[in-house]
């Protein structure tokens, strides 16, 4: 097991899914975002949000409605078919498309027609080139039809939600799903020719034991994943309202979910996949992401480690954060304010942050100690942290050789915290984070 | 839609030559006739829209004859071609709310018209249809991509020789009395196949000498052509 050192995970820490952090965003008028379009050249990725799902889990706290509203579904549809029309406008016809994600909520909480006129207005309205399609898919509302159409659009990697096979885990957090949906699921994306499967996994759960947690993790070997994503559950009920029903007296404490996540990574370590960052596990010799790990070319963006190269990020759809080098920018989170400025043809676009030189190298520091374990530190930097870095180092965890600051293996769990002592914005706004581990 | 160029006639579906083709080919009798009910056949002349881009989405179509384009206007109001639609092919959007393509007939058209709201009703009604729709919408994206495509990556004569191999299956040379053996009717002028494939008429006439000389097709007058070297003109086209 890593050594244990709770005193160094006191302070919560952001996931730094970009920096800086979602949480540092102030209002910003939409014209930022249009100039920021206006100006983008090479490659872009773009990610479209469904915030639907068939059924709402306890335990979530994505920006989701419930699915089964059919009139609100479609209008929302159809404000986003508007927002595809505004954005493609905006970009220099120069730009390609080379990434498409799909997420949400349940991408598959739509129709699959719906989904393929999604498709065709993003061909039409965008110069997309051979990309690389991914989608976050509900195992509940996976259905033949579904797998017809991922085959057809060429969807090569799907992301399930599996979170946890112990039924007894399934309940409490309001996601039931036997293994035989799984195992559908499964073996229709393959059908389909879905090469890259993640199972979304959870530790932290309540009333998981370190044998749910590997059971689970054994089910998910076996059915072949070829990525797999541990979180920890994050118990925030004043954040997440509708955690309130989770019983929280029955959760794992601080020490048995550090156990889970080290026995976690000890597991998918000894069965055949590399570690992506801190809590991405990537099949080795197959996966592309597993690829990209070994040879350092793994990013870290809003959907967690991934191996796309572009340095900007269009997001489509309420709530949707777009990534430039200089601005982060999002899009209207309230679903009847977005209908309404999308379906208008207005860039929907209220809250965001500019990213300085200074935010810019703070946050190429991040990415790389979270990526690659180690990031290259200049001096002045260096001896700005040094003083919060030294517990680090005493304890062995992380080492500095002349301008390169590693952290050690057995300081993994320790890496978001290590890279927060970069974080300028969190010396001065103390808020409330999930916990490290 | 009491205009009157709308006929209403009893069993146009029985003498319908697309019926097996179309979305409509899974049904059963008695569906068919429930189908014909609420669908009227309806003439268009060359120019003519049946749809507008951005209009709601009021009916939608088979396409029984003819050919017809589908466009859409790009944000700095050019016209962008999104494809052609063909005999069997169906257009339009059923459970969509407005239309997001102009559609054009190109040649004398004869399309068979639902009102949108008929239509969704009775898909509903026969899940045989919604499935029908479904791969009715991935044929519709297929288009989508290979017009793209043929517009954004293809040379010219890769075009054009894309577009009569296209011709030549979605019109079979069986059901054509041409001049000469093997001969289809182009259907299209100089002009107009030079605007559906992005390309000037100066161009287009280029091309088909130049697929003339290479003994890959023979053009027997100006509106018929036939293809001599099937393979080699597959292999252009790629």
Redesign the interface.
């Known amino acids: 097991m890593w050594p244990y050192h709770p005193e160094l995970l006191e302070t919560p820490v952001p996931r730094y899914t970009s920096f800086p952090t979602a949480a540092d965003f102030d209002v910003l008028p939409a014209c930022h975002y249009r100039t920021a379009l206006e100006r983008t050249q090479g490659d872009v990725s773009l990610y479209l949000h469904i915030p639907f799902c068939e059924q709402i889990c306890f335990y979530c706290g994505c920006n989701t409605g419930k699915a089964n509203k059919r009139k609100r579904l479609e209008s929302y549809l159809r404000a986003l078919h508007r927002e595809i029309e505004t954005v493609a406008a905006l970009l220099p016809r120069g730009t390609r498309v080379r990434r498409i994600a799909f997420g949400g909520g349940s991408p598959n909480a739509i129709a699959p027609v719906e989904f393929l006129r999604l498709i065709d207005a993003l061909t039409i309205q965008f110069n997309i080139d051979e990309p690389v399609f991914s989608i976050e898919l509900d195992p509940r509302t996976m259905s033949r039809e579904w797998a017809q159409v991922l085959a057809a659009v060429g969807v090569e990697r799907a992301s399930l939600g599996v979170q946890t096979f112990a039924q007894h885990c399934q309940q409490a957090i309001g996601r039931v799903q036997p293994e035989e949906l799984i195992v559908q699921t499964v073996d229709w994306l393959r059908e389909a020719g879905v090469s890259s499967i993640n199972f979304d996994l959870m530790y932290g759960l309540p009333g998981q034991t370190l044998d749910d947690l590997e059971d689970s993790m054994h089910r998910t070997r076996v059915l072949g994943a070829d990525r797999v994503a541990l979180f920890g559950y994050a118990h925030v009920p004043h954040i997440v309202a509708r955690q309130r029903v989770i019983d929280a007296t029955n959760l794992p404490d601080r020490h048995q979910r550090f156990a889970m996540a080290s026995a976690g990574f000890g597991y998918f370590l000894t069965h055949g996949y590399v570690p992506v960052g801190f809590d991405h596990f990537a099949k080795a010799g197959s996966d592309p992401l597993a690829a990209a790990a070994t040879s350092g070319r793994v990013r870290r963006n809003f959907q967690g480690f991934t191996d796309d190269p572009s340095d900007v990020l269009i997001g489509l759809g309420a709530s949707a954060i777009s990534s430039f080098p200089g601005l982060l920018a999002q899009n209207e989170k309230n679903s009847g304010r977005y209908r309404m400025k999308a379906g208008d043809g207005q860039l929907t676009v209220n809250r965001g942050i500019h990213r300085s030189a200074d935010d810019r190298y703070r946050g190429a520091i991040i990415e790389r100690l979270l990526c690659d374990g180690r990031s290259r530190v200049g001096a002045r930097l260096l001896a700005e942290v040094a003083p919060r870095l030294e517990p680090f180092i005493d304890r062995g965890l992380a080492h500095i050789d002349r301008e390169w600051l590693s952290i050690e293996p057995d300081g993994l769990p320790y890496a978001r915290t290590i890279a927060s002592l970069f974080d300028a914005y969190r010396a001065v706004s103390p808020r409330q984070f999930s916990s490290a581990v | 839609m009491n205009e009157p160029f709308l006929s209403r006639t009893a069993n146009f579906c029985d003498a319908c030559t697309v019926r097996n083709r179309a979305i409509c080919g899974d049904l059963d009798n008695e569906e068919i006739v429930a189908l014909n009910a609420i669908g009227q056949r309806r003439h268009l002349s060359a120019g003519e829209n049946l749809l507008w881009e951005g209009d709601d989405a009021v009916v939608v179509a088979n396409v029984v004859e003819g050919m017809l384009k589908l466009s859409?206007s790009?944000?700095?109001g050019k016209e962008?071609i999104?494809g052609l639609a063909f005999p069997a092919d169906f257009i339009g959007?059923p459970?969509?709310?407005?239309t997001?393509y102009s559609v054009e007939a190109l040649t004398d058209v004869l399309v068979c018209v639902f009102r949108r709201a008929d239509f969704d009703k009775f898909a509903r009604e026969h899940p045989r249809l919604e499935?029908k729709?479904?791969e009715r919408?991935?044929s519709?994206?297929?288009r989508?991509?290979k017009w793209?495509l043929l517009l954004?990556r293809m040379t010219a004569e890769q075009r054009v020789a894309t577009f009569l191999l296209d011709l030549s299956v979605r019109f079979p040379v069986e059901e054509e009395v041409g001049t000469q053996p093997g001969a289809f009717a182009l259907r299209l002028s100089r002009g107009q196949i030079a605007d559906v494939l992005g390309l000037t008429i100066e161009t287009v006439s280029r091309e088909f000498t130049k697929l003339k000389k290479a003994g890959v097709v023979s053009l027997p007058n100006r509106r018929e052509v036939a293809i001599e070297d099937r393979e080699a003109l597959e292999d252009l086209a790629s």
């Open positions: 859409t790009t944000a700095d962008q999104l959007r459970f969509g709310h407005s997001p499935h729709l479904l919408t991935l519709e994206l297929d989508t991509r793209m954004g």
